[in-house]
C-alpha cells in the first residue's frame, strides 16, 4: 500500500461552520468523532458508509497545522522516508510522536502532506 493516499482532512480554527459549508456546498453529512473536550467530523457522502474526508479543530497536536486539504500518503518506512525528505530539498514540519505514526511534511516546491505508516509495517 506505500504510495497510497489513505486520507485526507482539513483542520481549521472553525472546523463547526467549515463542516456546515461542506454539507451545504458538496451534501457531506458530517458524524462526530470524539476527541476529549470537543468533537472532529468525519464526513460522509450521501448513502455511504465510509468517510470521504474529515473535518478538524485546529487544537492540541492539530494547532499548528495549516488549513489546506491534507493528504495522507502512506509509506513503508516512516523514518527512511523522513531522512529522503530532507536529503531532496523537504522540511519536515511536524516530525512523529511517541506513539503516532505519520509526520507533516513540505516538499521543494512548498506542498504539503502528511506521510503515514501502519503501525504493524515494517520498521
Known amino acids: 500500500m506505500a504510495g497510497k493516499i489513505v486520507w485526507t482532512?482539513?483542520?481549521?480554527?472553525?472546523?463547526?461552520?467549515?463542516?456546515?459549508?461542506?454539507?451545504?456546498v458538496v451534501g457531506w453529512h458530517p458524524e462526530p468523532v470524539g476527541m476529549g473536550d470537543y468533537d472532529d467530523f468525519n464526513?460522509?457522502?450521501e448513502?455511504?458508509?465510509?468517510?470521504?474526508a474529515?473535518?478538524?479543530?485546529a487544537l492540541g497536536q492539530n494547532a499548528d497545522i495549516p488549513p489546506v486539504w491534507?493528504?495522507?500518503i502512506m509509506v513503508e518506512d516512516?523514518?527512511?522516508?523522513?531522512?529522503?525528505?530532507?536529503?531532496?530539498?523537504?522540511k519536515i514540519l511536524k516530525q512523529p510522536e511517541r506513539d503516532r505514526r505519520y509526520a507533516v511534511i513540505e516538499d521543494p516546491a512548498g506542498a504539503i502532506c502528511t506521510l503515514y505508516q501502519e503501525k504493524d509495517a515494517k520498521r
Open 9 to 24: 482532512d482539513l483542520t481549521v480554527s472553525n472546523a463547526e461552520e467549515i463542516k456546515e459549508f461542506y454539507r451545504h
Open 43 to 45: 464526513m460522509l457522502a
Open 47 to 52: 448513502g455511504e458508509k465510509d468517510p470521504s
Open 54 to 57: 474529515g473535518i478538524c479543530h
Open 70 to 72: 491534507m493528504m495522507y
Open 78 to 90: 516512516l523514518e527512511r522516508s523522513l531522512v529522503s525528505c530532507e536529503k531532496l530539498g523537504g
